[in-house]
């Protein structure tokens, strides 16, 4: 099993960016090298499957203390064995002077609605707007605050968006928009969207 990284040194890892008025959905970017220190995709990603230290360890792979996790693939690449080792491929082809591993977006869930609505919401756009349009690959990931910490706290999901686009003949250019200049690209881009989204499915 992978060291554990807390959500604090996760922090550390990842540039935040923060554009006025797109507080709605956070946007942060993974880079080759950051504060001085190496950086892989799969880092990234088993920090966000683990935001609580795992107890023990159950079977292969990563381990998973998030409420739930989704794999959403870029059309016709291939099924891989497992995340474990699509990252570990990924990792394995980081060029020499790429500027860019992965991104995050960050976004807030409706506390008056069941968990699995917002993340199917999420997940959905990861399938149509960031694997069929974009050609990209993302790990979607849920996490409820409130499981560990008193109170009612908003459920959350982040997207860990694999920075290259995923072809069936491997990993190709890093997407255009995947800068630090595109925060309120990615936060329209979400709203539009959620809009849609809600008009083929009104809440209750």
């Known amino acids: 099993m992978a060291p554990w990284i807390s959500p604090s040194a996760v922090m550390d890892m990842i540039y935040d960016v923060r554009a006025d008025g797109c507080e709605d959905l956070g946007y942060a970017l993974l880079r080759p090298r950051s504060k001085g220190k190496s950086r892989t995709a799969a880092e990234l990603v088993n920090a966000k499957l683990s935001p609580v230290k795992p107890t023990a360890k159950a079977g292969g792979g990563m381990a998973v203390t998030a409420r739930d996790h989704r ?15 699509l990252l570990a491929d990924y990792d394995a082809q980081t060029k020499p002077r790429q500027p860019l591993l992965a991104a995050v977006l960050t976004m ?36 409820t605050p409130s499981d560990e910490l008193v109170g009612r706290t908003r459920g959350h999901a982040h997207l860990c968006i694999l920075a290259r686009r995923h072809l069936a003949s491997g990993w190709a250019e890093i997407d255009p928009d995947l800068t630090d200049e595109a925060h309120r690209l990615w936060a329209d881009e979400w709203r539009s969207f959620s809009e849609s989204w809600d008009r083929i499915l009104p809440p209750p």
């Open 71 to 85: 794999l959403i693939l870029a059309p016709r690449v291939a099924d891989p064995r497992s995340i474990e080792h």
């Open 108 to 143: 807030k869930l409706d506390p008056d609605m069941p968990l699995h609505d917002g993340f199917d919401r999420v997940c959905a756009y990861a399938t149509f707007r960031l694997a069929r349009v974009r050609r990209l690959t993302s790990i979607a990931v849920l996490h």
